[in-house]
């Protein structure tokens, strides 16, 4: 039981009663206080693109409106920048206006891993890739907490849907937990140490998370180091005292007359250990003392500068996904006429629902804000095209748009999900734009060839069936207050795209990796893709997609150069590292940015891997003519895979293949790297087949040695008939013991065991 090392001296004071209400909130936002002893309430609030705080007058179910707080990009949308820097840019934005409003934790970031483009939180997480997610998560975490903030890390762990997400077991084998879905926390916990972690709603594996002791104990505290609490998602506690013996230090809300009842009566009748309810309530005064610890008058939040912000961030996070014949940007002249089509434009969908929802500041228009930077004499003329609240196709809506598009050198068609398509809650059943929009644009296109079309959606929508109609696609996901702002500086050029693929687009849904597991039934989902999400997957089975993980276009273009490889240090002595380098140049003609990607493949290994994985990557603002030298840093871990029969990381010796490039499928340099380690242990035993026992030097030398060579000097028994050895060498060795002939009596195995053993 792992206490904060700092005890507070106000545990010895506090009765039993009190030391239990102190693991429960006071109401749905808040701590207890003790008021007896001077310990405050702290307030929490939602959530990691904007600050939801509920006014005290709310409705005290956290379901009604919150005050107004700059709606920042959603995570979908920062997940797309690749930007470390930009991401805690945001969260120290995020934490000024939390330490304003008097919260004390910010509900977020949420890093969960995209396994399925029908998620209904997809908005709400980084990426299907658990590298990008933990680094932008811990950028987050940074950003909030160096305001004297703290952060909870959500939602842990394998939260990967909203169908039945109160009871569903994600059931999820240990070696895609590490490798997956584990990873991103553990960067985040490691780098950035969040003052706290809030668990997943569902079960691990069978067990609930928040009763669950290996993820919450062993794994986070333990092997991570979190020194921090453990909060409940809202309502994810069902047996108040099995999740405070698992490690989860505060229910919330509060189950109040009933959680802290049990705790009392579990450690009054000696079923609960009262150090476990110690260190919980340790840690519930930590939080306390890091929340309080700033005694400075909270900081003025400057609106506009917070706007300001959010329109530069969304401007980081789009993705030109395609840009035919450079038709963006946009050069107008005076005279031009540009033909703004959807009701998009002019009533922006910027972020998703559900307990995320900010209450922005303000918010810019799509519509307006172009009109307002083309030059004088470009005329913007704009029609509905469609309704946003229904798939029908309105034939007298189109018309009008065609006429428009006749009439204009360029169109630019807003497109996107309805509110009502996707919100945490549920999940999606597919992942098609509505059929009115999709319908009304091949109209456009047959009217006009250059057009653009400006995407705003939060999780993936199949462009396959329609993106041959725009010479131009701009994914801007759910962009935040500022979204509108940010289109229009994207498309006439005042900003340069920059943003890359955080996740694959399919061409099908019938494509994705997890689609036949996909969302489970009888309260299992099972992870039968196993460590093949994303990319992984697509690549493995070797599909086509729309669009790569990785992807994103920009105005300017960039060349790759001199791949470098630096092995320093030995695996053995636990100092492995491999330096790489590269050079890279703007080769056209204005300022962007280019978003390195360096990639690992291990071709030998013994256990299936993934074609290629994301292991380093560095976004460069380069201008015009100018190089920079980028370094990308591997471990041994980034080489590694997780083995059960070990419970460790093994980096298996070899080649490894090393390609840096622009997406997962634009790989502009590649080299090979031989690394030298040693043979993971051996761990064989009477189970443990024939061919296991060859395969490893010291089994093989020693099974040799126990069947013995005839006079000739040839292996006897088994080891020397070539055409039985391929037919039974996948038998135990044990089961072996009982064939006759083989050589291998259960004496000679029984002492094959022995010495194995004492090794
Ligand atoms: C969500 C969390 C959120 C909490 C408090 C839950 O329903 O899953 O992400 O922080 O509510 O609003």
């Given at each position: 039981m792992k206490v904060p090392s700092e005890t507070s001296p106000l545990l010895a004071e506090l009765t039993l009663e009190e030391k239990a209400s102190l693991c429960l909130g006071s109401d749905f936002w808040h701590t207890a206080p003790v008021e007896r002893l001077g310990i405050p309430a702290i307030m929490v609030s939602d959530g990691p693109h904007g600050l939801r705080k509920q006014p005290d007058e709310a409705d005290h179910v956290g379901i009604s409106g919150s005050l107004p707080a700059t709606c920042f990009p959603t995570a979908c949308a920062v997940g797309s920048s690749w930007d470390p820097q930009l991401a805690r840019r945001v969260g120290e934005a995020l934490g000024r206006e939390a330490r304003a409003q008097g919260v004390a934790v910010v509900l977020g970031p949420g890093i969960n891993l995209k396994r399925s483009p029908l998620c209904g939180r997809n908005f709400e997480y980084f990426s299907e890739d658990p590298l990008l997610s933990g680094v932008l998560g811990a950028a987050m975490i940074d950003g909030v907490q160096s305001q004297g903030v703290g952060t909870s890390l959500k939602?842990?762990?394998?939260?990967?849907?909203?169908?039945?997400r109160l009871r569903v077991s994600a059931d999820v084998d240990e070696r895609t937990l590490r490798e997956l879905y584990l990873a991103g926390f553990e960067r985040a916990v490691r780098k950035a140490r969040p003052w706290t972690v809030m668990c997943a709603y569902n079960k691990v594996n069978g067990t609930y998370a928040s009763e669950h002791d290996w993820l919450l104990s062993t794994v986070l505290r333990g092997e991570w180091g979190f020194d921090g609490l453990v909060v409940s998602d809202w309502g994810a506690v069902h047996d108040r005292v099995a999740a405070l013996a698992a490690g989860l230090d505060l229910e919330m809300p509060p189950n109040l007359g009933v959680s802290d009842t049990a705790i009392v009566t579990a450690v009054g009748a000696g079923q609960l250990d009262e150090r476990a309810l110690d260190a919980a309530v340790a840690r519930v005064l930590q939080l306390i003392d890091r929340a309080t610890a700033n005694s400075e008058p909270p900081p003025a939040v400057d609106v506009d500068a917070h706007h300001a912000l959010a329109r530069a961030a969304a401007t980081e996070c789009a993705v030109l996904l395609k840009n035919q014949d450079h038709l963006l940007p946009l050069r107008p002249t005076a005279g031009d006429r540009i033909a703004v089509v959807g009701e998009f434009a002019r009533t922006p969908r910027y972020q998703g629902a559900g307990s995320s929802q900010v209450n922005p500041t303000r918010v810019d228009v799509a519509l307006e804000e172009l009109r307002a930077a083309v030059p004088d004499g470009v005329e913007v003329t704009f029609a509905t095209g469609y309704g946003i609240e229904t798939t029908d196709h309105d034939q007298e809506l189109a018309a009008e748009a065609v006429a428009l598009a006749r009439q204009a050198e360029v169109v630019l068609v807003f497109l996107g999900l309805p509110a009502a398509d996707e919100s945490e809650g549920f999940d999606r059943s597919h992942i098609d734009l509505p059929a009115n929009q999709t319908a009304l644009l091949s109209r456009l296109a047959d009217t006009n060839p250059n057009l653009a079309v400006v995407l705003a959606n939060g999780s993936v929508v199949r462009l396959a069936g329609w993106d041959q109609h725009a010479k131009a696609v701009l994914e801007c996901w759910l962009s935040g207050q500022a979204a509108g702002g940010a289109a229009a500086d994207l498309l006439l050029g005042a900003a340069n795209p920059s943003g890359r693929l955080a996740e694959t687009l399919p061409l099908r849904l019938e494509d994705t990796p997890s689609y036949l597991h996909f969302p489970g039934e009888a309260g299992h989902v099972r992870y039968g893709e196993g460590i093949f999400v994303g990319y992984r997957g697509y690549d493995a089975l070797d599909r086509q997609v729309s669009y790569p993980f990785g992807h994103g276009l920009s105005y300017t273009s960039f060349d790759y150069a001199d791949l470098t490889t630096d092995l320093t240090g030995r695996h053995q002595d636990g100092d492995l590292g491999v330096e790489v380098t590269c050079r890279v140049t703007n080769t056209g003609d204005r300022r962007g940015k280019e978003v390195v990607q360096l990639y690992v493949r291990d071709p030998q290994a013994s256990v299936a891997r993934p074609v290629r994985e994301l292991k380093a990557f560095a976004k460069l603002d380069l201008d015009p003519g100018q190089t920079a030298v980028v370094e990308l840093a591997l471990t041994a871990r980034d080489l590694s895979w997780w083995s059960t029969t070990l419970d460790d990381w093994v980096l298996e010796g070899g080649e490894f293949e090393l390609a840096v490039g622009a997406s997962s499928r634009d790989l502009r340099l590649t080299t090979t790297l031989d690394i030298a380690a040693p043979p993971p242990p051996a761990t064989l035993d009477a189970m443990s087949t024939l061919q296991e026992w060859l395969a490893d030097p010291t089994g093989s030398a020693l099974l040799r040695e126990a069947v013995g060579t005839d006079e000739e000097g040839r292996p006897k028994g088994i080891l020397g008939n070539v055409e039985l050895l391929p037919v039974i060498g996948n038998f135990p060795i044990s089961t072996l013991a009982a064939f006759p002939g083989l050589g291998l009596s259960h004496s000679v195995v029984d002492a094959l065991i022995d010495r194995v053993v004492a090794i």
């Amino acid at each position: 039981m792992k206490v904060p090392s700092e005890t507070s001296p106000l545990l010895a004071e506090l009765t039993l009663e009190e030391k239990a209400s102190l693991c429960l909130g006071s109401d749905f936002w808040h701590t207890a206080p003790v008021e007896r002893l001077g310990i405050p309430a702290i307030m929490v609030s939602d959530g990691p693109h904007g600050l939801r705080k509920q006014p005290d007058e709310a409705d005290h179910v956290g379901i009604s409106g919150s005050l107004p707080a700059t709606c920042f990009p959603t995570a979908c949308a920062v997940g797309s920048s690749w930007d470390p820097q930009l991401a805690r840019r945001v969260g120290e934005a995020l934490g000024r206006e939390a330490r304003a409003q008097g919260v004390a934790v910010v509900l977020g970031p949420g890093i969960n891993l995209k396994r399925s483009p029908l998620c209904g939180r997809n908005f709400e997480y980084f990426s299907e890739d658990p590298l990008l997610s933990g680094v932008l998560g811990a950028a987050m975490i940074d950003g909030v907490q160096s305001q004297g903030v703290g952060t909870s890390l959500k939602h842990y762990a394998v939260n990967n849907q909203e169908t039945d997400r109160l009871r569903v077991s994600a059931d999820v084998d240990e070696r895609t937990l590490r490798e997956l879905y584990l990873a991103g926390f553990e960067r985040a916990v490691r780098k950035a140490r969040p003052w706290t972690v809030m668990c997943a709603y569902n079960k691990v594996n069978g067990t609930y998370a928040s009763e669950h002791d290996w993820l919450l104990s062993t794994v986070l505290r333990g092997e991570w180091g979190f020194d921090g609490l453990v909060v409940s998602d809202w309502g994810a506690v069902h047996d108040r005292v099995a999740a405070l013996a698992a490690g989860l230090d505060l229910e919330m809300p509060p189950n109040l007359g009933v959680s802290d009842t049990a705790i009392v009566t579990a450690v009054g009748a000696g079923q609960l250990d009262e150090r476990a309810l110690d260190a919980a309530v340790a840690r519930v005064l930590q939080l306390i003392d890091r929340a309080t610890a700033n005694s400075e008058p909270p900081p003025a939040v400057d609106v506009d500068a917070h706007h300001a912000l959010a329109r530069a961030a969304a401007t980081e996070c789009a993705v030109l996904l395609k840009n035919q014949d450079h038709l963006l940007p946009l050069r107008p002249t005076a005279g031009d006429r540009i033909a703004v089509v959807g009701e998009f434009a002019r009533t922006p969908r910027y972020q998703g629902a559900g307990s995320s929802q900010v209450n922005p500041t303000r918010v810019d228009v799509a519509l307006e804000e172009l009109r307002a930077a083309v030059p004088d004499g470009v005329e913007v003329t704009f029609a509905t095209g469609y309704g946003i609240e229904t798939t029908d196709h309105d034939q007298e809506l189109a018309a009008e748009a065609v006429a428009l598009a006749r009439q204009a050198e360029v169109v630019l068609v807003f497109l996107g999900l309805p509110a009502a398509d996707e919100s945490e809650g549920f999940d999606r059943s597919h992942i098609d734009l509505p059929a009115n929009q999709t319908a009304l644009l091949s109209r456009l296109a047959d009217t006009n060839p250059n057009l653009a079309v400006v995407l705003a959606n939060g999780s993936v929508v199949r462009l396959a069936g329609w993106d041959q109609h725009a010479k131009a696609v701009l994914e801007c996901w759910l962009s935040g207050q500022a979204a509108g702002g940010a289109a229009a500086d994207l498309l006439l050029g005042a900003a340069n795209p920059s943003g890359r693929l955080a996740e694959t687009l399919p061409l099908r849904l019938e494509d994705t990796p997890s689609y036949l597991h996909f969302p489970g039934e009888a309260g299992h989902v099972r992870y039968g893709e196993g460590i093949f999400v994303g990319y992984r997957g697509y690549d493995a089975l070797d599909r086509q997609v729309s669009y790569p993980f990785g992807h994103g276009l920009s105005y300017t273009s960039f060349d790759y150069a001199d791949l470098t490889t630096d092995l320093t240090g030995r695996h053995q002595d636990g100092d492995l590292g491999v330096e790489v380098t590269c050079r890279v140049t703007n080769t056209g003609d204005r300022r962007g940015k280019e978003v390195v990607q360096l990639y690992v493949r291990d071709p030998q290994a013994s256990v299936a891997r993934p074609v290629r994985e994301l292991k380093a990557f560095a976004k460069l603002d380069l201008d015009p003519g100018q190089t920079a030298v980028v370094e990308l840093a591997l471990t041994a871990r980034d080489l590694s895979w997780w083995s059960t029969t070990l419970d460790d990381w093994v980096l298996e010796g070899g080649e490894f293949e090393l390609a840096v490039g622009a997406s997962s499928r634009d790989l502009r340099l590649t080299t090979t790297l031989d690394i030298a380690a040693p043979p993971p242990p051996a761990t064989l035993d009477a189970m443990s087949t024939l061919q296991e026992w060859l395969a490893d030097p010291t089994g093989s030398a020693l099974l040799r040695e126990a069947v013995g060579t005839d006079e000739e000097g040839r292996p006897k028994g088994i080891l020397g008939n070539v055409e039985l050895l391929p037919v039974i060498g996948n038998f135990p060795i044990s089961t072996l013991a009982a064939f006759p002939g083989l050589g291998l009596s259960h004496s000679v195995v029984d002492a094959l065991i022995d010495r194995v053993v004492a090794i």
